[in-house]
């Protein structure tokens, strides 16, 4: 209910303020279970991505959005749980089987579940390699893939920036339905799994038109981080 609150209260705001746009619409079903599955690429991602979509997206989000302290804990605890965020703990191993089941159960629920491969904002507005998580979903659900590329965000607000720069406006496709019914069956396959994620994330590259690297986001960013220190001590 809370998630429809805000959405009524932002959707009107951002849209004549923004003026967002939309190619694809129909590609996401109806009803019954689907996944989204998007490039990242700012932070205005969790406003504009489900900004245009008449069901609710629930997406898989770091526990640390819901257990800070204080004003800023509660309002940040306030926005996630508004913007449809189920909290998740991402630090491995048993925890990243426990997101996976957390994942399935809401598609099993017949809901859509929000993913981002990258599995971390892009440190720079390129695309980067997709984590093999978005592929057992698939795999293991069933639910239809949608590929769905943000535009213009990283533009209007990058990482680091607090508020979005006006006179941006920021857009949203969705592709056609992938299908992998043709690997059913083989989601413990290594193989099978980094093969899905590379024709998802292939698929968001010819959507958004971004650059693609074959690294890991996170592995970037920090690489970015230290090459910016040794340039700093000179």
Avoid: C
Avoid at 94 to 102: D, G, H, I, M, Y
């Amino acid at each position: 209910m809370f998630y429809w609150v805000v959405k009524a209260i932002l959707g009107p705001f951002l849209r004549l303020v923004f003026r967002p746009w939309t190619e694809g619409g129909d590609n996401v079903p109806k009803q019954g279970p689907a996944i989204l599955a998007g490039n990242h690429l700012s932070f205005a991602d969790h406003f504009f991505g489900p900004l245009q979509i008449r069901r609710k997206v629930i997406s898989l989000g770091k526990a640390d959005y819901f257990t800070g302290r204080g004003v800023k804990g509660f309002f940040t605890r306030l926005f996630f749980s508004g913007v449809g965020t189920v909290p998740i703990d991402r630090s491995g191993g048993k925890a990243s089987e426990a997101a996976l089941r957390t994942g399935l159960r809401i598609l099993r629920e017949g809901h859509i579940l929000g993913i981002y491969p990258e599995g971390t904002r892009s440190p720079d507005g390129r695309l980067y390699k997709g984590k093999t998580g978005v592929a057992r979903l698939a795999l293991e659900s069933r639910a239809p893939v949608i590929p769905w590329a943000v535009i213009n965000t990283y533009e209007m607000m990058p990482p680091g920036r607090p508020l979005p720069k006006l006179g941006i406006r920021p857009g949203v496709k969705f592709g056609k339905p992938l299908d992998f019914s043709r690997y059913y069956g083989m989601e413990d396959d290594r193989l099978v799994l980094r093969a899905v994620t590379d024709e998802i994330m292939y698929a968001l590259m010819e959507l958004s038109g971004q650059e693609y690297v074959d690294k890991y986001a996170a592995s970037a960013r920090v690489e970015m981080e230290r090459a910016a220190r040794a340039a700093a001590k000179g």
